[in-house]
């Protein structure tokens, strides 16, 4: 074997596609090869493409991009696989060597870099979008674009999720998250709450109730300074070199305290947080350390159940059904706090719809960048939903969150179902705001 083959075997880590055996377990729970019926957009056929090129069979991997590029990455494959095959760790190593040899136009590279290394990881840049959000809604500006009809000229079907997007904060509420708060009552947990980069511009609200239900459980929290984005994006579009620089800032600042857990309240998030252990596994100058963060990072609903749950009730007696975030079930493997927390609310029933941990759809940004195939996935997400005759939709990921008000929408669904974030559920019921 040549040095060249045998460096794109180690870039892809090609010795793992050895563990597919081909049995086709994965292929009913793959939202993609459901919708699309192609054997080289289920997991085992983009295993067996990725594992081809490691055999020098084929030379090109642009032939690997489109494959690769729908995959929502939701992983539940993994949680299906009989023989443990490391679907996520194959996808994210593939997409980056496909995105190294990738020539894109300089416009392209230009916005690309922009975006993932001076937006995202930047929490200034991201309190700016936040702050413009909150203008656009403020100044009348998105009531007459809305009422011209120019929102639905945006390109990509933005105006759809323009529609959709949560209420903005205003520049002095983002400013004003306590960077620390003490727990009600006595004492059971010391805790660091990470912010994100999207919930953080787009969902400070949730972060706010994060808090203040943390503290009312009895948690101290503390909102660390330096803490950056996760890097789950980058990771999931082929940016691993950035990915892991992000990883190490969080590292880094977090371990300028002493904490029993490390709280995130999304699931993309918390996803990548507990698996910063793997991602830099191979830096022996991080990689205990990033053992050791991966340990502490916890789903707000892990914790919350810990302390004993919320204790409240819903206004008026309520039939709710919960959108399982794929990250939290397949990767961190969160699956009962959920359940255990919306079901310790008074007056509420809670109705588990069919094929309850298919994907959504939404995978970070992949309803905005393959809208119509994201759309047949929220259809059959949302035929399970109609039949639970419920009216409100639990999540536990911004993504989702958005994904189901859009799902609502399209079913015409307004008047009767709404959608919100666990962390909305549990603080209206115990009537924190």
Same mark, same amino acid.
């Not at 990738?102 to 690309?112: M, Q």
């Not at 892991?244 to 995130?264: E, M, P, Q, T, V």
């Given at each position: ?5 045998? /460096? ?29 019926? !192609?054997?080289? #957009? ?39 696989? &009989? ?18 040899? !990738?020539?894109?136009?300089? &416009? ?12 995202? &990881? ?14 656009? %809604? !403020?100044?009348?500006?998105?009531? /007459? ?27 002095? %509420?983002?400013?004003?998250? &306590? ?64 990915? !892991? ?6 590292? /880094? ?82 699956? #009962? ?97």
């Amino acid at each position: 074997m040549n040095e060249h083959l045998e /460096a794109l075997r180690k870039e892809l880590k090609y010795d793992k596609t050895k563990a597919c055996v081909q049995c086709g377990y994965c292929l009913p729970a793959c939202p993609t090869y459901v919708t699309m019926g !192609k054997e080289t #957009h289920s997991p085992r056929g983009r295993i067996n493409l990725i594992k081809m090129v490691g055999e020098g069979k084929i030379k090109d991997l642009s032939v690997l991009e489109e494959p690769l590029d729908l995959c929502l990455g939701c992983r539940a494959c993994e949680t299906v696989c &009989p023989t443990g095959v490391e679907y996520g760790s194959l996808l994210e190593a593939a997409r980056a060597a496909i995105i190294r040899r !990738k020539k894109s136009s300089l &416009p392209s590279r230009i916005a690309r870099n922009f975006v993932f290394k001076k937006v995202f &990881p930047s929490r200034r840049a991201m309190n700016l979008v936040g702050n413009a959000m909150w203008l656009y %809604e !403020k100044s009348g500006v998105q009531k /007459a674009a809305r009422k011209s009809g120019l929102t639905h000229k945006l390109p990509g079907h933005l105006g759809e999720f323009e529609a959709i997007a949560p209420p903005a904060v205003s520049p002095f %509420e983002r400013a004003s998250l &306590p960077k620390f708060s003490k727990a009600k009552g006595k004492l059971k947990y010391n805790v660091a709450f990470f912010v994100g980069c999207v919930m953080d511009a787009m969902f400070r609200r949730i972060n706010e109730l994060s808090v203040k239900l943390l503290a009312e459980a009895g948690c101290d929290v503390t909102v660390i300074e330096k803490q950056t984005c996760c890097g789950a994006l980058h990771a999931h579009s082929g940016e691993l070199d950035e990915s !892991k620089a992000l990883a190490k800032a969080n590292i /880094a600042a977090f371990s300028r305290g002493s904490f029993d857990f490390i709280i995130n309240n999304a699931g993309g998030c918390g996803a990548i947080m507990v698996e910063y252990g793997h991602l830099l596994e191979d830096e022996p100058d991080w990689a205990e350390r990033a053992r050791q963060f991966s340990a502490k990072s916890k789903d707000f609903s892990q914790v919350i159940a810990l302390c004993g749950g919320i204790q409240g009730e819903a206004r008026q007696p309520e039939r709710v059904t919960y959108q399982r975030s794929c990250h939290m079930t397949n990767v961190q493997k969160v699956t #009962h706090e959920p359940l255990q927390l919306i079901q310790g609310v008074r007056n509420v029933e809670l109705i588990e719809m069919k094929d309850a941990d298919m994907c959504c759809g939404s995978a970070g940004i992949y309803n905005i960048v393959h809208y119509d195939a994201s759309m047949d996935i929220l259809d059959l997400k949302m035929k399970s939903v109609k039949q639970t005759y419920t009216t409100t939709i639990i999540t536990t990921n911004p993504g989702c969150l958005l994904q189901m008000k859009l799902g609502i929408e399209r079913e015409q669904l307004q008047e009767s179902m709404r959608a919100v974030h666990l962390v909305e559920y549990l603080a209206e019921a115990a009537g924190i705001s």
